[in-house]
């Protein structure tokens, strides 16, 4: 068995990069340095000499790779693509440690000081609780410039929404973070490598130091191609290019020698790949590269400053328009004023703009603070198909009201609206399906292909079809839709006013028939003649809803129809009718109040007497009071007496007063609780009497027995004693 | 955000999940509990939206790992773990109906799924592709537009699935490499252009729309709806589009007629999604009711996805450098969409896609002035 492990374990080391034993034994040292100091002070022998190991190890490195990274899969050290062998206990350990400070990856640089890995190891050890990008800033203000730490970090993982996990494939999910980091290859993280990150001054400032003397030209190339690497299948990238030429700016002379010679006279750097490098580039980059190579022209091949040349005249000549016209111009289909375009470029945007004005205008661009989720969820509203549905109905009737619109395209428009038109009216949509009616309509009076149009509304929306459809769609979401369904129904009122009243005679939902109501009110004086001519049905229901329509669209002038239903036998009939005239003040109203109110149907009575209140008729007020003041010796009158008093209440006639106030003071034997309830209607009614009028009874009520009568008493004498003083 | 809060409400909500598996909804542990953790989600709402994710076994909130470990949240952490589920994110708006339903699916054999306020998922690592796969995707995406193109005229109707493989070739692109900017393609001659420039802005537009976790059919749609904004031009007179002279005032008119021809076009196909014939009409039109064409009385504000195609739509064009004209470079063009937030542009988008655009690319400064 043991011989077995031991097998494996060298198939395992011929797999592994001969760097290998030297990065386990850094990694050894620098887990026994971060241990020993548990054990001893930080600066203990122990400590400094596995430290001092390590960096020795690292040395070593370093002439085989200018840069060593390390990526931690929570227990596991990665490097490159291999997993550091995750049973071995101090790998194990150093790679919990760094986990457990939120570390996904460290990498160690070519030019590593002692300095930077005693700061590190001291990062390490901190007993304070930082994690991730606090680590990470630790670190830059401990100036440690030649190890990079690189947080685990959440964010740059993706969701899936409404997905699952496949069985087995969660362990992959953390290895591909980790191999991304280290490859280069995670999204997010710069493309070109590390080296980039990092600034050039910092660089520079490194070479100078570093790179003086007598040094072999391929540490130069490293440096070079670190930045110059070209991309799988194409040239070298502008961003990259754009950043050597920062580094160049900022070394010694003779090291910016070096790299311009190493850099522009190597064959690697081919004419074709050299030109369309060179046309990607800013003209600010341009610029820099002239001046370098004409300060150093010694040292550049003459291809090469001629295509330059070649090059520079072409990009001075360009213009920013793929078209002009009149004094403007356009890129593709935008049209924009080349001055923007100026502005806004790099080289142009601190000339025109000084650094307040930009901080300020900064300031102003702030857009709304809207999260993602709110957006995400706006978008996904604005996809619902009612949001959709009106928005293409909206650009249909835009494209067919357009000026150079072919009569085809008018025709199949049409049949698409038509098509639409039939799903609004499933869903109740009246208000797009009137705007849609209202533009056909408009276009078969003076439209460009008026005859398309009229044979639509003809063959359409004045079907059989679809007026039965749009009475069902009216019973179903006209009361949630009104104003759209109103609006609809008076455009198509002569077509539906017929059906909708038949549609009424046979409702038995009396919601429903309220909304059908108020529909057929809402169509004027057209409706009228249809309305008269079912005057006649015998069905009562029929009669009494044509007189509301009558009353309630307005028809004064029809009232002549129905002043003979205003004695009908059936109370139903009659109440209509008789509400019909009062509603009008017509003169013989008060003649038909009073034959009721002196009538024998008792249920009628009380109908007329609260129908008298509401339309606040003065005219009946004595004969109220007739029926008020009469003798009821059984008592059987009380019901009558009290909606009397309501009525009165609601006309606030001061002749009543004297009556009700002689009713307070009056004594009773029998039905004594009967005068008493009587008592106290009085005074819940007297708010609308004019105020002198019911003074005296209200004191009178400030004395009474009865807390109810003397709480309003008090109430209605303050509040008028306020208005007064007011 | 204090942990006992969010330890406290995944409590609340394993209890409510026994209290369902144990008994049923009707139970009144089930009310109360749900109803506890119900009342705590305000104080977690970080910009409107909080997310819990299972990742190594530990459960991070918000991005940040949650260091208490009781039985509560072990046991949330099964239950997401036996349900395939690896992020929740509540955002704000959460009914009681949608949080119960999640409960109830997390303690039953349902599956659990998204809701408006409620979404569920798994979460993957972006990785950058070869430079040659991206490019080949890509490519394949473009030509597939390019030969369904061919085929347009007034007589035919469009291939709308070798136009759904061309989307599907960019979502695939997408999915391969988060770093938009090294999917959109260059263009290599004048008549390159058209095909490369819809397809770039497909993917732009789905950019937007994946950064925001949109997905499925609406993302689809979505990179439609980008594929097709510019498909009235094949209506537009090969002579006045391709003129490499200066243009009368009339012939500038007729090129601004193409969102009117191509969402005529478009409106008459029995199976193009809806929102392709908006993107088409209204790609030109601004945030503020201006631009093109011009509208009689209904269209007035834009819609949502082709406010988002229009921002794809200037920035590729703006920065695609073409034969005989230099391209402007990401920062100038992104300050430009800056400037032209809040007028021509939906400022909350803007603001999306710079930032996303600066977060996939490692370089923030796109999103700044």
């Not at chain 1, 680590?135 to 997905?163: C, T």
């Not at chain 1, 490598?193 to 391929?218: K, P």
Request: aromatic share 8%.
């Amino acid at each position: 068995m043991v011989e077995k492990v031991t097998m494996k374990e060298k198939e395992e080391a011929k797999k592994i990069p001969l760097d290998a034993k030297l990065l386990s034994d850094a990694i050894i040292e620098l887990n026994i340095s971060r241990r020993s100091v548990g054990l001893y002070p930080g600066d203990h022998p122990i400590v400094k000499e596995s430290l001092r190991k390590a960096f020795s190890c690292f040395e070593s490195l370093f002439e085989l790779s200018h840069n060593i990274t390390l990526g931690i899969a929570k227990n596991t050290l990665v490097v490159g693509d291999f997993l550091l062998d995750a049973r071995n206990p101090v790998f194990k350990e150093f790679a919990e440690s760094l986990h457990l400070k939120g570390i996904a990856a460290v990498a160690f640089y070519s030019g590593l000081s002692m300095e930077d890995l005693q700061g590190f190891h001291e990062l390490l050890v901190a007993k304070d609780s930082f994690t991730g990008p606090e680590i990470i800033r630790l670190a830059e203000s401990k100036g440690i410039k030649s190890i990079k730490l690189i947080p685990l970090d959440i964010s740059k993982f993706h969701f899936a929404k409404d997905s699952l996990r496949k069985e087995g494939s969660d362990c992959a999910l953390w290895e591909s973070y980790v191999s991304g980091l280290i490859d280069g290859t995670l999204a997010d993280s710069d493309a070109e490598g590390v080296i980039l990150s990092v600034r050039q001054e910092d660089i520079a400032s490194f070479l100078n130091n570093r790179m003086a003397g007598d040094i072999d030209e391929t540490s130069y190339d490293r440096v070079i191609t670190s930045y110059l690497k070209k991309r799988e299948n194409g040239g070298i990238r502008a961003e990259s290019f754009s950043k050597f030429l920062s580094l160049i700016d900022n070394l010694s002379p003779e090291l910016k020698q070096q790299f311009i010679k190493r850099a522009f006279g190597r064959p690697a750097v081919e004419a074709g790949e050299a030109e369309s490098l060179l046309k990607e580039i800013t003209s600010c980059d341009m610029e820099r590269l002239e001046a370098i190579l004409h300060e150093n022209s010694s040292l550049i091949p003459e291809s090469l400053s001629n295509l330059l040349d070649k090059l520079r005249h072409a990009k001075t000549d360009e213009s920013f328009f793929d078209r002009l016209f009149a004094n403007r111009g356009a890129i593709d289909d935008i049209e924009i004023d080349e001055n923007m375009i100026r502005l806004f470029q790099d080289d142009q945007f601190n000339n025109y703009v000084n650094k307040s004005y930009q901080d300020e205008l900064q300031l102003m661009m702030q857009p709304p603070k809207i999260s993602k989720a709110s957006l995400a969820e706006e978008i996904e509203e604005h996809y619902r198909e009612e949001l959709i549905g009106k928005t293409i109905s909206e650009i249909v009737l835009e494209l067919l009201e357009g000026d150079f619109i072919a009569r085809e395209d008018y025709q199949c428009l049409l049949e698409r609206i038509l098509a639409m038109t039939e799903q609004f009216l499933e869903a109740g949509r009246f208000y797009e399906i009137s705007e849609i009616y209202s533009t056909i309509s408009s276009h078969s009076h003076a439209g460009k292909f008026n005859d398309d149009a009229s044979g639509v509304l003809a063959d359409f929306f004045h079907s059989e079809n679809f007026l039965s459809g749009l009475i069902e769609a009216l019973k179903l979401w006209g009361r949630s839709e009104r104003e759209g369904a109103l609006r609809l129904a008076k455009m198509n009122k002569c077509h539906l006013m017929g059906r909708l009243l038949d549609a009424l005679s046979e409702e038995t939902d009396s919601s429903i028939r309220k909304f059908l109501l108020y529909v057929l009110s809402s169509f004027g004086d057209e409706i009228f003649p249809e309305v008269i001519k079912r005057l006649n049905d015998p069905r009562w229901y029929v009669v009494r809803n044509m007189m509301y329509l009558i009353r309630e669209a307005g028809g004064i002038k029809y009232v002549t129809y129905v002043r003979r239903f205003a004695r009908d036998k059936d109370e139903k009939i009659c109440f209509e009718a008789l509400k019909t005239l009062v509603h009008f003040k017509t003169s013989d109203s008060l003649s038909y109040i009073k034959f009721h109110l002196n009538g024998d149907d008792p249920e009628l009575r009380s109908r007329v007497i609260s129908l008298v209140g509401t339309y606040r008729c003065e005219d009946a007020v004595p004969y109220l009071l007739q029926l008020l003041e009469k003798k009821d010796i059984f008592g059987s009158g009380s019901g009558d007496k009290v909606s009397i008093i309501r009525a009165l209440g609601k006309i606030g006639d001061p002749r009543a007063v004297s009556v009700l106030t002689k009713i307070y003071h009056s004594s009773a034997i029998l039905f004594k609780a009967e005068l008493d309830q009587l008592r106290v209607e009085i005074f819940k009614n007297t708010e609308n009497y004019p105020r002198d009028s019911v003074n005296h009874l209200l004191e009178i009520g400030l004395r009474s027995r009865n807390y109810e009568i003397r709480a309003i008493s008090e109430r209605l004498l303050g509040e008028r004693e306020t208005a007064y003083v007011s | 955000m204090s942990h006992e809060i969010v330890s406290a409400f995944i409590s609340h909500m394993t209890t409510a999940m026994s209290s369902y598996s144990l008994y049923s909804g009707m139970h009144p542990m089930f009310d109360e509990f749900s109803g506890k953790a119900l009342q705590l989600v305000d104080e977690l709402y970080h910009d409107d939206a909080f997310s819990l994710l299972t990742f190594n076994n530990s459960l991070i909130f918000n991005n940040v790992p949650l260091a208490a470990k009781g039985m509560h949240v072990s046991s949330f952490l099964k239950t997401l773990k036996k349900k395939k589920i690896e992020k929740v994110v509540f955002r704000k708006g959460l009914e009681v109906d949608e949080f119960k339903k999640f409960i109830t699916g997390m303690a039953s054999r349902e599956t659990v799924s998204s809701s408006p306020h409620l979404s569920v998922g798994i979460v993957e690592v972006k990785l950058k592709a070869p430079d040659s796969d991206v490019r080949s995707l890509m490519g394949d995406g473009i030509s597939k537009f390019e030969s369904v193109c061919q085929e347009i005229s007034k007589f035919k109707t469009l291939d709308i699935i070798g136009l759904d493989d061309a989307v599907l070739s960019f979502i695939s692109t997408l999915k391969k490499e988060s770093d938009v900017l090294r999917i959109i393609s260059p263009v290599k001659s004048r008549s390159d252009y058209t095909y490369v420039h819809a397809g770039n802005v497909s993917v732009l537009t789905m950019f937007q729309a994946e950064s925001l976790g949109l997905g499925g059919e609406l993302l689809h749609d979505i990179g439609l709806a980008g594929l097709l904004h510019d498909v009235g031009k094949m209506f537009v007179a090969s002579s006045v589009l391709e003129k490499q002279t200066r243009l009368s005032e009339d012939e500038w008119t007729e090129i601004k007629k193409h969102p009117v021809y191509g969402a005529m076009y478009l409106s008459k196909l029995p199976d193009v999604p809806p929102l392709t014939v908006i993107a088409a009409f209204e790609h030109h039109m601004r945030f503020d009711g201006r631009g093109y064409p011009e509208t009689r009385r209904w269209r007035k504000k834009q819609h949502i996805v082709s406010q988002m195609v229009a921002i794809a739509d200037v920035f590729d064009a703006l920065r695609t450098e073409r034969p005989y004209r230099k391209a402007l470079d990401v920062r100038a063009t992104s300050r430009l969409l800056k400037e032209r937030a809040g007028t021509e542009f939906n400022p909350a988008l803007v603001d999306n896609f710079l930032s996303s655009l600066g977060h996939v690319t490692g370089k923030p400064h796109y999103c700044q002035g």
